[in-house]
């Protein structure tokens, strides 16, 4: 949407020849992707196809069984590597919002800055206070998440990581826990994200915001990358069968409107 | 708190449609409440009468009655054993405080992560399973009589010392039982989201398992504190002069059994607030819990 796919620019993240199994089974087959720095990358496929160990591996919650990931150019797989001070610089946001229940949606947004940035309390909270103004959330900073709408809980988790100032955000089918109506609100925000120019890589089921927002759509099918481009030429011109054959039933399920493949 | 609906509401079905009849019906219903009421209230009295004149009337109520229930010795013994039940009271505050720190340290040394901690898992292992295989008055006589028997230069002889020591020992073990319940309870995705913010593995623990796992185990915790609050009479066994070591003197010197009875009611008076306030938490979470599910 904001950058020109495949241009030059510092890359944000390398992903090369990744491979995860989970006992027998692998989950991913060698994944190569290259992410530039303000690139919106979205991962679509079906479930179980490798989107959501995708992520996690980038965020180094799953180990990986090979394969190199690079963030901002330094190896962030190398033996050695201080994985939470990895953690720091790249944002992820679950699917099922995992807010800390004990604490209001300020301390919530304000935890890992004083706890791991060393912020000072007054420091963190003004700087949550503003990101929550950002995202219409200011009234609720001193809510407990239980009452808040799950639209508001998923907005405040994406708060959260931003406030650790990410290089690069990933977001794990952020929308799929939430009611249809809820929906937009998340999305919304999201796109602003994109149009301020944040990295991000989205795994979803939601094709119209891929379309929308996407520099560019990577198809993942069975743990590999089938076919990645811009979105224009992945939902409209699928090379690929499979991509056909998956966004026809994406199609037929009503989660792309009036686009045919 | 709720007693007079819950002897309105057993047989009651609670359904949306019967809240509206009850409404538009009033007053049989309020005449159902205070017939059940009515009937519980007989029934008791029926209950607890049959009971008491079976004992009243037993062969050897009199000599029992003299030798527990003597009202003289009642009022004489009584100071000496309140007195007295000031040392459980401090047994069981500093135990209590060395408990849920130790019992803590114990269930976070259990959980702990990786092959290189096997040899601390397996020690606070073997710990929790000693001690809780033991008699509780086994580990006070043993540690009570043993340690100091060594004789060792700088190891304390106060009774107090080691009866502290074994509350302190014999709880914990229960206690990290509780709490490691409590941090298993805790959904992974928890510690996932803290540790993906970049809290290291003890930050995640300290501010978002640690305070969730508290919570919970409130209730369980306050039941152990009830035994412990009981318990504390097992130390007069090497000598710590508490409430049942003081009504033990003052029966030998009165030959009558009543201080006993003066113990008796000094315990139920402490320990049924606690449980009852231990209920009512009890009841607070699940309505929460209840109220929470979505």
Redesign the interface.
């Known amino acids: 949407m904001t950058a020109p796919p495949e241009a030059a620019g510092t890359v944000a993240l390398r992903i090369e020849a990744l491979r995860k199994s989970f006992e027998k089974l692998e989950v991913l087959r060698g994944i190569d992707l290259v992410v530039r720095e303000h690139e919106v990358i979205c991962l679509i496929g079906a479930s179980g196809s490798g989107k959501s160990t995708l992520l996690r591996c980038v965020n180094l919650i799953e180990p990986i069984d090979s394969g190199r990931i690079f963030v901002a150019g330094e190896e962030i797989t190398a033996p050695g590597v201080k994985v939470d001070r990895i953690r720091r610089r790249i944002g992820i946001v679950y699917q099922a919002f995992n807010l800390f229940p004990h604490m209001t949606v300020l301390d919530n947004v304000t935890l890992a800055p004083r706890k791991v940035l060393r912020h000072p309390r007054a420091k963190a909270e003004v700087d949550a206070l503003a990101l929550l103004d950002r995202f219409g959330l200011a009234e609720k900073a001193r809510e407990y998440p239980d009452r808040l709408s799950g639209g508001q809980q998923q907005r405040v988790a994406i708060v959260r990581a931003l406030a650790m100032q990410p290089d690069l955000l990933l977001l794990d089918e952020v929308t799929s826990a939430l009611d249809p109506e809820l929906v937009a609100e998340v999305l919304n925000v999201i796109r602003e994200l994109a149009v301020s120019g944040m990295t991000m890589v989205i795994a979803t089921h939601e094709m119209g915001f891929a379309r929308d927002i996407a520099s560019r759509v990577v198809f993942l099918d069975a743990g590999s990358i089938l076919e990645e481009g811009p979105p224009e030429a992945i939902f409209r011109h699928p090379r690929e069968e499979r991509t056909r054959r998956f966004l026809q039933r994406v199609i037929e399920a009503g989660r792309l409107s009036g686009e045919a493949p | 708190m709720t007693g007079s609906a819950g002897v309105a509401g057993p047989g009651r079905p609670v359904e949306p449609g019967d809240g509206q009849s009850g409404r538009v019906f009033g007053p049989p219903r309020m005449g159902a409440a205070t017939r059940s009421t009515g009937i519980a209230v007989a029934s008791t009295v029926v209950f607890f009468g049959v009971i008491a004149w079976i004992v009243f009337s037993s062969p050897g109520w009199p000599a029992v009655q003299a030798s527990f229930f003597d009202p003289q010795v009642f009022a004489a013994s009584a100071p000496s054993i309140i007195r007295a039940f000031w040392v459980n009271i401090q047994l069981f505050l500093i135990s209590e405080v060395l408990i849920l720190v130790l019992g803590l340290v114990i269930a976070i040394l259990r959980n702990l992560p990786g092959a290189v901690f096997t040899p601390v898992r397996l020690l606070a292992t073997i710990y929790v399973d000693v001690f809780r295989a033991l008699p509780g008055v086994l580990v006070i006589y043993i540690l009570g009589f043993g340690i100091p028997g060594l004789g060792l230069p700088g190891v304390p002889n106060d009774p107090f010392f080691y009866a502290v020591l074994a509350l302190t020992l014999i709880y914990s073990a229960y206690v990290s039982e509780v709490y490691r319940s409590g941090i298993d309870s805790v959904h992974p ?2 510690d ?9 593995r003890f ?1 995640s623990l300290r ?2 398992v640690i ?2 796992a508290v ?1 919970r185990v409130i209730p369980p915790l306050l039941n152990d504190f009830i035994g412990l609050q009981k318990d504390t009479v097992l130390v007069s066994y090497i000598g710590v002069v508490e409430i049942f070591r003081q009504s033990y003197i003052e029966q030998a010197g009165s030959f009558n059994f009543t201080p006993y009875m003066v113990t008796a009611l000094v315990f139920i008076v402490v320990t049924i607030p606690l449980a009852r306030f231990t209920d009512w938490l009890v009841n607070r979470d699940r309505k929460r819990q209840l109220a ?1 599910a979505r």
């Open positions: 995705s928890q996932a989201a803290a540790r993906s913010l970049g809290l290291s930050q501010y978002v305070p969730q919570r929470g």
